[in-house]
């Protein structure tokens, strides 16, 4: 069955940086656009950035463009959310979730999620 | 950006009850939307696609509806499990984005 597995969260200073990983398994990891979206405590969902499964497509929402970067290594079935210049703003519960797309780039929701990883920015 | 307004934002209601949460997008997103349920401490969960096309597994007493910028999403006749935060997402165009969220309390 669909696994995804976050990890790297944690406390860390304003300013500072932090990198999120997400495992993924019990599927082809390679065919499928994966997504980032996070949840400040007591909020709502909110979209954070996708790659695309060939890696050639990227985007972000605009409060984290020029921040965060994401990635993956299909090799490793690893997708990551470098996060640089943390702001308190940014303390949530990241998920990392896959688009139910295979092999495509087209308008999808989000099919399967992790369990969360926590990312606490305070001083 | 897209806006998405849900309402209500709280609901209580008894099990067996029916009931209806609504989604407003600022502008036409076609059939772009999705329903997600979320109980405290665990990830989102897929309930509808499509507006209307029920995710495998989902029990057929939920269901959605709606085209354009108005949609719906309705639970007929609700178990002690459907007590939870539920909320829409459009996926018309990035940045995708959520509606704030209609949390179903137990009357």
């Known amino acids: 069955q669909v696994q995804l597995v976050e990890s790297g969260g944690g406390v860390v200073q304003p300013g500072r940086s932090l990198r999120l990983s997400c495992v993924a398994s019990g599927f082809t990891f390679s065919s499928y656009a994966m997504h980032w979206v996070r949840q400040a405590p007591g909020k709502g969902l909110d979209w954070v950035a996708v790659i695309s499964y060939d890696v050639s497509k990227k985007y972000y929402a605009d409060s984290v463009k020029g921040r965060f970067t994401v990635s993956r290594d299909n090799s490793k079935n690893k997708l990551y959310l470098q996060m640089n210049s943390l702001r308190g703003e940014d303390t949530a519960v990241y998920y990392c979730?896959?688009?139910?797309?295979?092999?495509?780039?087209?308008?999808?929701?989000?099919?399967?999620w992790g369990q969360g990883i926590l990312v606490t920015v305070s001083s | 950006d897209i806006q998405m307004t849900q309402s209500p934002s709280t609901l209580s209601a008894s099990v067996g009850d029916r009931v209806t949460i609504t989604c407003r997008a600022s502008q036409s997103i076609s059939s772009w939307l999705a329903w997600y349920q979320q109980k405290p401490g665990k990830a989102p969960k897929l309930l509808i696609y499509k507006a209307s096309t029920l995710e495998s597994g989902v029990p057929s007493r939920f269901s959605g509806s709606g085209s354009g910028t108005e949609f719906t999403l309705t639970i007929s006749s609700l178990q002690p499990d459907d007590f939870a935060t539920y909320y829409c997402?459009?996926?018309?165009?990035?940045?995708?984005?959520f509606g704030q969220g209609t949390k179903l309390e137990i009357k």
């Open positions: 979730a896959r688009d139910p797309g295979e092999r495509q780039w087209e308008p999808y929701y989000f099919d399967h």
């Open positions: 997402q459009q996926y018309k165009s990035y940045p995708y984005t």
